[in-house]
Structures are given as C-alpha cells and as structure tokens.
C-alpha cells in the first residue's frame, strides 16, 4: 500500500484539529466558531453500495454479474482493526457470495453465551477453521462429508491478530483445523509482511472454496477484484519506484531499493494473471 494511501488522506478529524479562529467581533453565542468546522472536508469519500470501493474507484465492473453459486458456508471473523482499514477486502468476498454463505462477525473474543449460532457451528463435526499449523491437516487431504453443507471458519487479520484469536477462544479449537498447501496459495497469497496481510483473507476463501467446491472457476472469480485492486495499486506504486530508479540512474539516490519490491513483484505476477469477464453471463 505505499504510496496508495488515497483514502487515508481524508484529512483529521474536526476534533483534532480545531480550526484557526478567526474570532469574529460578533462572537456572542457559544456555537459560533463551530460554522467554521471543516465539515465538508472531513466527510468520508462516497462509497459504493456493493463493493464498499470509493465510487471513483469501484471493483464491481470486476465482480460477478451473480453472486456465485456455492454450498459451502464460510464464516468470516474479523478482527475489529480490519473493518477500519483502508484497503478492504472482504467486502469483495463477501460481494461474490451469496449473503447466507459468507457471515462475518466482528470481534476479539466469542463466547458460547454471546455467540449461539457459531457455538453451533463450532460443534458441528463437518465444521473447519483455516488455521494453518503443525496440527492442521491440508485441505485438499479433508473428505468432506456429504450430509451437511460444509462450513469454513476464517479469521481475518494480521498475523498476530488472527494467532490471539485463534488460541484465546476456545470455541475455534473445536473445529477440525486446516491449512492450505503452500504451492497452491503461494503465487497468490501475500502473507510475507505481516503489516500488509490486507489481501489474504480474500484470497485464502477463493482458494479454499475452490477446493470444498470442487470448481476452479471460483477462484478466477473471486480474485477479479483483486487483481484489478492490485492493477489499480501498481500503478500507483510503480510510479514511485519509477521516480527512484530515476533517482538511482542519475546517481541521486543511495538507499537500498524500495522494500516492497518485492510485493510489487508478486502483484505483478497476479495482475498477469489477469483475466477478463468472459462475455455473457456464465453463472
Ligand atoms: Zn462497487
């Protein structure tokens, strides 16, 4: 996300940054300075309904036309620093998917007392969470059962974030833990800087429901808005990374190249695998 920060320049809030007061002589009532608040400014980008993108720059030209037909159920839970940030990308998952397939919940801590429905779910044998470790079976080595719909419990968070809520709830070690075999996730999932973890939620659902559904379409598609995020994201970077190998050709620039070279490497490796909507409607 360097240099991508667009919607974080939104500017501070009003009550961090009083404005300068101009302190008018007619200044009688106590509200007076308030009119000078720059409200206006401050105001959020206008955001689109569906894929939760600022208007100006909208993924669902990228989203499936229908939300994509699927038996398994996933449950997001989200840490509440993921709904805050600027780069967001379950509102994508969740924009593919059916409403009743994709359920997030947000928070640190789930109780059975608090959380009924997920206790449920959480003690349903056919259950899985994707949480990837030494006890973790890999996906594509779980028989999945036929009697229930399957259901896949992901955390969304950053590396810590997702290991603080995996082992202080007891109800996440009911389920049967799995994990992802790495030749198949790691051209696509950036999990290498635990900062900057934004797209893998999204991308470890795509290639898990392709896997439980048995359809390689499924990750094509979910990953769309994604590649084209991270098009939009190149872009913006490699304009600066242009400027300081400029700077590095004319001998003006002495510190070690950009850290995120490599992030911009695996992006462009998942923008060449951009492909567009077929034409028609094929779901
Ligand atoms: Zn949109």
């Known amino acids: 996300m ?57 993924l669902c030209p990228f989203l499936p036309i229908h939300p994509l037909k699927v038996s398994t159920c996933l449950y997001i839970i989200q840490h509440p620093a993921e709904e805050s940030r600027v780069l967001r990308t379950v509102p994508l998952l969740a924009a593919c998917l059916p409403p009743d397939k994709c359920k997030i919940l947000i928070g640190r801590r789930f109780s059975e007392d608090r959380y009924p ?33 399957p259901v896949m419990i992901i955390i969304d968070g950053t590396w810590s974030q997702a290991k603080d809520i995996f082992y202080k709830n007891s109800l996440f070690r009911l389920p049967k833990q799995v994990q992802l075999k790495t030749n198949i996730s790691s051209q696509y999932v950036i999990r290498t800087q635990p900062t900057n973890t934004c797209l893998s939620t999204l991308e470890c659902a795509a290639v898990a429901l392709t896997i439980m559904e048995k359809n390689k379409n499924i990750q094509e598609t979910i990953l769309r808005p994604l590649q084209a995020l991270c098009s939009f994201q190149l872009q913006h970077g490699a304009q600066i990374h242009h400027s300081k190998e400029h700077l590095l050709k004319n001998g003006l620039y002495d510190k070690p190249m950009p850290k995120n070279k490599r992030k911009l490497r695996r992006m462009e490796l998942l923008v060449n695998n951009v492909q567009p909507r077929q034409l028609g409607p094929t779901w």
């Open 2 to 58: 360097e240099g991508g920060g667009g919607s974080g320049a939104a500017g501070p809030s009003p009550s961090q940054s009083p404005p300068p007061s101009p302190s008018p002589p007619e200044d009688r009532e106590c509200c007076a300075g308030l009119w000078e608040l720059p409200v206006e400014r401050c105001e959020r980008r206008p955001e689109c309904g569906r894929c939760s993108r600022p208007q100006k720059v909208c």
């Open 117 to 149: 429905e997920l206790a449920t779910v959480c003690r349903n044998p056919s259950t899985l969470i994707l949480y990837p470790g030494a006890e973790a079976t890999n996906l594509e080595e779980v028989t999945l059962g036929s009697s229930s719909p």
